[in-house]
Each structure stands twice: as structure tokens, then as C-alpha cells.
């Protein structure tokens, strides 16, 4: 038994090393390409930091201007607000909706739910171009509207309002498979004694969904709303190529906002200040969800 | 095609009637009032999917049109001739096979990076013993709360500093080391017995061995996860190579290729969408291919929030 010891130490010494030459390519990745930026965007967000020329240090400014003086700050974190307000009940509500319709007993769940998923993967740029053309003062829906009932829809595209209600409705589309998935996959691992059980006691029909479905799937629930809304926080693709942001900036997110002081206006110090706060966004609303989530969540313990 | 509805009538002995579906399991039978609500079901479900569905279908019928009757009113779905040559037109009309020769090969290498340095990684972390190691965890996982918006501005200046921009360098490895299939990896490695390497090490094997001759082989299908979810997000990046590309005739990526039918006279729509159609088949294909895996991928990698 003794002479077992040092023998174990040794091995664990050699272990270590083993892990250590395990973990290295993970670890130089991580340090160079996160940890190096995290910390760098911290330094460049108290510095006037252009793209090319001299860097000085301006402590706070960057963060007092964004809230102060940049005209567009304001506007983009009311965007990205109402983007996000519109956005994530839509998608959680509706990919419930579909996870639950498309049930074990319905013909072709399989095709249809890859047919819902299609969205999700194809790149979104193409999406987004798809719904460009159908939106388009003489595209399907206008010209079908007025030709065949001879209304006329605004310009969609162009109104303010309009151009934000498309953004949300294109970003629903092309997200609602992902958490019809995530919820396909919650549904299918509920427990079929309890259903029955359910069952027995005379629960069937939306009754059952609504009370005993939808509560033992509200794990799963709670996870893709943080998840919906940390990615609509962080909307980009959309408003940048449906709408360029406009009209105005009346589309405009944060993040799009971050990317053109950065690089259009090359001024990569109020950038990365953009980004701080949207990251102390993102940490306090999630931590929000975290906190009200005893009130709906249900786990089995 | 799932034929769950198929379902036979058994009679069992004392006369009662249950159904038993194609897999065997025995299923309660469905009253007329369950009847009704399944078709109700059925045909709301389909409706919702032909709505889902048209704006691709369009899309589709769109790519076959002359750029000059794409906005014609009232709008039809096929114009006075047919032309699949858009398909072939776009390639033609810029650089369009580099763009998808460049997505390819940022998408693969970038997922082969990723696969090498999560299995290592995720083996370290789920399987060996040093010190420090939950520690350095915790940071790793830290590090999935940061968004891409935040990295992306320091991270051109990294690039700057180490003269990779516009490079393929700088498309494939700044987003290539994300702690999620480290995770991912480790969660799936904890599960699988240690008496399976024990003995291997008992004989004689170190760890290298042990990890790419019994884990590995037994990690297949959280492999296979990993691969499609780092592919599609290389495939689909749109953000990162639209920062870090100059030259977008040499480097650009498919997504970043897309946007460039709309020029300063116009927009050749006709192309647009015959290469968003393109751009759509690979993921498409790859999705119906691996539908199974990805249920279960996201069930497995415990993003069903369990």
C-alpha cells in the first residue's frame, strides 16, 4: 500500500503533463482569439482608436458620447428593443405551437419538420434575398394585392413601421425551426407514464397541452427564449440587407450601429464601447429571465 | 417519411380492440371526437407548411424568369419563357464558383480545426486528472457568453497585427476556437465507461493511444453533430468575412458573393435568386441526409435544457 503512493503521484504528474499537451491547441486558440480581443476591446473602448493613425487615450468619452451625442445610439437600442419585444414571443410561441401540432400521429412529421428547418441553415443571406424580391413595391405580395383585389399595400420596405414589422416577420421564419426542434426533442422525451396517467384523470385535447404538456416541457422552453433572445439582441443580417438599416435609421440595430461606427466611420473605440453595452445588456436581461424563471419553470426533483 | 398513422386493429382476446402501430407499440384507440381533431390537425398543418414553404417555391420559379418579367403585374409564377440557363448564367456573371470554392474550403478546414482542437480538448477536460483543470473549464465556458459583436472589432486589429487580412487564415481560425464543441465533446466523453480504457492502459496503451483508438471511435455520432453544426455555421457566416475580406473577387465566401448581383445599375434579380436557390441546395441535402442525427444532436447536447 505504501509503496503505491509515490507510484500514484508520479502518475498523476505524468497525467497532467499528458493533459497539458491534450489542451494546448484549445488553450493558445482561446487566449489568442478571445481572451486577447476581450481584453483589447476593453483597452480600445477608452481610446480614440481609428482604423489606421494615432491612438489616443480618452477615458469615458466614447461611452458619454454614445449616450450624449451619436445620433444613431439611441434610435439602434430602440430598434433592437422592439426587434427584440416582437421577435421572441412570435418565434417561442409559434415553434410551440408547431412542435406540438406536429405530433407522432400526424402523416409526414418528418418531411415537415426538415421542411421547417430548411430556414435555418440555408444561409440567411439568401433568405433575406429571397424576401427582398417578395417585398418589393412590384413584388408578389403588392402586385398580387392590387392586381387581384385591387388594394394597394404601402411600400413596405420604405415605411418606417412596415420595414420593421417585415424584418421581424422574415426573422421569424427563418428562425422558428431551430426551437421547433429544440421542443420536438423536449416532447419526445416526456415520460409516457405520465401522459397516460394524465390521460386516465380525463385530460385530452388543448387542455392536456396547456397543462400538462407545456409545463413539463418549460425547461426547454425557458432555454430557447434566453437563447431567442440573446440572438435578437444581436440582429444583424437582416436589417443590414432587407433594409440597409433604413429607411433613416428607423431599422437600425445595435449591432449594425457597432458595425458601421467600426467599419464605415472607422472608429473602432466608440465600436467597441457600442459593444460593451450590448453585452451588459445581453448579462442583465439574461439574468432577468434567470431570476423570474422560478415562477414558470418546472423541474422534476 | 415517418407512417405513424398506419396503425392495424388488433383484436385481442377478450374482443378488445388496440392499435399497434408499424414499430409494434400498442397505441389506445382513437375516438370519433380524436378522429375529427387529427384531421383538423392535419389539414392546419399542411396549410402551415405550403405558407412556410412559398416564399422558396417562389424563389424558385423566380430564378427561371428574364430579369425583365420578374416584377410583372398581375405576378405569375412562370414567365413567357422558361430558362434554367440562369443556373448557369451565374456563373458567368462573377467570380460565383470561387465564392463557393472558397465557402467549401473555409467551411471544411474550418470544421477539421474545430474537430481537433474540441476531441483534445474535450478529452483533457472530460477524462485525464491535472490540476487546474475545472478551473480552466469555468474560463472556457465563460468565454460562450461573449458575443461575436464584441470580439469582432478587437479581433480585426489582432488580424491587422498579425497581417492576416484578407486571408484564408483569418476566415477559418479566429472563430474556430469556441469552447461549445469543447463542451460538447467533454460532456460526451464523461459518459463512457473508464473500465473501457482502463484496460487499454493496462496494457500498455498511453493516452494517445487509448484516445484515438477506443474514445474516438466510440464518439461517432457527437462527432458527427459537431462536424454539421461548425459546417453550417461556417457555411452560413456572414459578419466576419464581411469584416475581414478585402478582395471579395479572391477570398469572398458565398454568403458575402450573394449580395453581389446588386450593382450601381441594378439588380439582376433573375441571378439573385437562381443563386440563393444554389446556395440553399448544400445545407438543404445535408439536412434531409442527417435529419435523425440533428433531433437527437440537439436532444445529446443538452440543448433541450435538461
Known amino acids: ?301 | 417519411m415517418s407512417t405513424d398513422l398506419q396503425t392495424s386493429s388488433v383484436v385481442l382476446g377478450d374482443g378488445e380492440h388496440v392499435e399497434v402501430d408499424r414499430k409494434g407499440r400498442t397505441r389506445a384507440p382513437l375516438s370519433a371526437a380524436e378522429r375529427t381533431r387529427l384531421v383538423i390537425a392535419h389539414v392546419l398543418v399542411y396549410i402551415a407548411a405550403a405558407i412556410f414553404v412559398s416564399p422558396i417555391v417562389y424563389a424558385f420559379f423566380s430564378a427561371l424568369k428574364p430579369n425583365s418579367e420578374m416584377f410583372t403585374m398581375p405576378p405569375s409564377l412562370v414567365a413567357s419563357e422558361v430558362r434554367w440557363t440562369n443556373f448557369l448564367d451565374v456563373f458567368a456573371y462573377g467570380p460565383f464558383l470561387t465564392y463557393i470554392g472558397n465557402s467549401f474550403f473555409v467551411a471544411i478546414a474550418g470544421t477539421l480545426v474545430v474537430l481537433f482542437v474540441s476531441t483534445t480538448a474535450g478529452y483533457a477536460f472530460g477524462r485525464l486528472r491535472w490540476k487546474g483543470r475545472d478551473a480552466v473549464f469555468v474560463l472556457f465556458l465563460a468565454t460562450l457568453m461573449v458575443p461575436a459583436e464584441v470580439l469582432v472589432i478587437p479581433m480585426f486589429q489582432v488580424m491587422q497585427w498579425f497581417d492576416w487580412v484578407d486571408t484564408y487564415q483569418a476566415l477559418i481560425f479566429p472563430f474556430a476556437f469556441t469552447a461549445f464543441g469543447t463542451f460538447l465533446m467533454r460532456q460526451f466523453f464523461r459518459g463512457i465507461p473508464y473500465e473501457l480504457e482502463e484496460a487499454a492502459r493496462v496494457d500498455g496503451a498511453g493516452p494517445v493511444r487509448s484516445f484515438v483508438q477506443i474514445i474516438l471511435p466510440l464518439a461517432k455520432s457527437a462527432v458527427a453533430v459537431l462536424s454539421v453544426f461548425t459546417f453550417l455555421s461556417f457555411w452560413n457566416s456572414y459578419l466576419w468575412p464581411l469584416i475581414v475580406t478585402v478582395d471579395y473577387n479572391a477570398h469572398g465566401t458565398l454568403p458575402i458573393g450573394l449580395a453581389s448581383f446588386s450593382g450601381l445599375t441594378g439588380t439582376r434579380w433573375d441571378l439573385q435568386m437562381a443563386a440563393a436557390i444554389i446556395s440553399m441546395v448544400p445545407t438543404t441535402v445535408l439536412v434531409i441526409v442527417l435529419q435523425k442525427h440533428l433531433v437527437k444532436g440537439i436532444a445529446m447536447a443538452g440543448l433541450g435544457g435538461r
Open chain 1, 1 to 301: 500500500m505504501t509503496a503505491n503512493v509515490p507510484r500514484r503521484r508520479s502518475l498523476a504528474k505524468v497525467e497532467g503533463r499528458q493533459a497539458l499537451g491534450f489542451a494546448t491547441p484549445a488553450l493558445v486558440g482561446l487566449a489568442l482569439f478571445t481572451i486577447v480581443p476581450v481584453v483589447l476591446s476593453v483597452v480600445m473602448s477608452f481610446f480614440d482608436w481609428p482604423t489606421f493613425g494615432e491612438k489616443t487615450f480618452i477615458g469615458i468619452d466614447n461611452y458619454i458620447r454614445l449616450f450624449t451625442a451619436s445620433p444613431d445610439f439611441w434610435p439602434a437600442m430602440r430598434n433592437t428593443a422592439v426587434f427584440t419585444i416582437l421577435y421572441v414571443p412570435l418565434n417561442v410561441g409559434l415553434s410551440l405551437v408547431l412542435a406540438m401540432a406536429l405530433g407522432p400521429r400526424i402523416r409526414g412529421r418528418g418531411a415537415l419538420r426538415v421542411l421547417f428547418f430548411i430556414p435555418v441553415v440555408t444561409p440567411m443571406v439568401a433568405n433575406v434575398l429571397v424576401w427582398k424580391m417578395l417585398l418589393q413595391p412590384q413584388g408578389l405580395f403588392n402586385g398580387a394585392s392590387e392586381s387581384w383585389f385591387g388594394v394597394t399595400l404601402p411600400n413596405f420596405l420604405a415605411d418606417p413601421q412596415w420595414a420593421m414589422i417585415m424584418v421581424v416577420i422574415m426573422s421569424v421564419w427563418q428562425g422558428v425551426g431551430y426551437n421547433m426542434l429544440i421542443f420536438s426533442a423536449a416532447l419526445e422525451q416526456l415520460p409516457e407514464s405520465v401522459m397516460e396517467a394524465a390521460r386516465i384523470d380525463g385530460a385530452s385535447g388543448l387542455r392536456m397541452q396547456l397543462s400538462i404538456v407545456v409545463p413539463m416541457i418549460s425547461p426547454a422552453v425557458f432555454f430557447a427564449t434566453i437563447m431567442t433572445m440573446i440572438t435578437a439582441l444581436q440582429v444583424f443580417v437582416q436589417p443590414q440587407l432587407l433594409t440597409g438599416g433604413g429607411p433613416g435609421n428607423a431599422t437600425q440595430p445595435l449591432v449594425q450601429f457597432i458595425y458601421n461606427q467600426g467599419f464605415k466611420f472607422q472608429e473602432l473605440g466608440l465600436a467597441a464601447a457600442g459593444a460593451w453595452i450590448l453585452f451588459a445588456l445581453i448579462i442583465v436581461i439574461t439574468a432577468l429571465q434567470f431570476g423570474a424563471q422560478k415562477k414558470w419553470v418546472h423541474y422534476e426533483h
